[in-house]
């Protein structure tokens, strides 16, 4: 039986380039090892090797004890803090997988000006952001761009949307620079 190796995003850490492990370091755990979720608390940290929280869910059995070992097995479909993201998709995001209030979200306002939203969202360095919209949500629609390359500070970034008609939807993506 082959096993398949599933890789972790590239997280920022000071042993990491590109995205892989540099030549001395230990792989991460494969999906069928007995290491995940087989640990005890004990004195665990609270992150493993690269930053990331633990525990995880690592069988995406809805129980998320320790791994064995330096580094948590992230399963790709497994949500630890049952808050409807992905854990990978939230280390990706940089919000915590172990925290349902930490979450990838756009906020709007009504500004003072007529036809104008405030729109809001919290900000994680090293990632970059793109708001986009559109008048209806109908799969035949096409998302346009208010704005790209809006790069994170780890504080609360703000945009301004002037808009003639009676409503908008709002989308923002994000890419880990």
Known sequence: MAVERLRRPSAPHP????????????????ALSPC?????????????????????DGRNT?????????????????????????DISEIISGTN????????????TAAPMQNQLVLRWPSVTSRSYTVEFKSAL????VWQVLESSILGSGSILERRDTFQGT?????LGMMKN
């Not at 995205?19 to 370091?25: A, I, S, V």
């Not at 997988?97 to 709007?108: G, N, Q, R």
């Open 15 to 30: 042993h990491r380039q590109s995205g892989h492990r540099l030549k001395g370091r230990l792989p991460d755990l494969l």
């Open 138 to 141: 109908d799969p035949a629609g």
């Open 62 to 86: 809805g129980l998320a004890p320790y791994d064995i070992g330096a580094y948590e097995f992230i399963h790709p479909l497994a949500d630890t803090d049952h808050d409807g993201m992905a």
């Open 36 to 56: 995940i979720d087989a640990g005890i608390a004990g004195n665990a940290p609270s992150a493993d090797k690269d930053e990331v929280a633990r525990p995880l």
């Open 97 to 108: 997988p172990l925290d349902p209030d930490s979450v990838h979200k756009i906020e709007a």
């Open 167 to 171: 409503r908008r939807f709002y989308r």
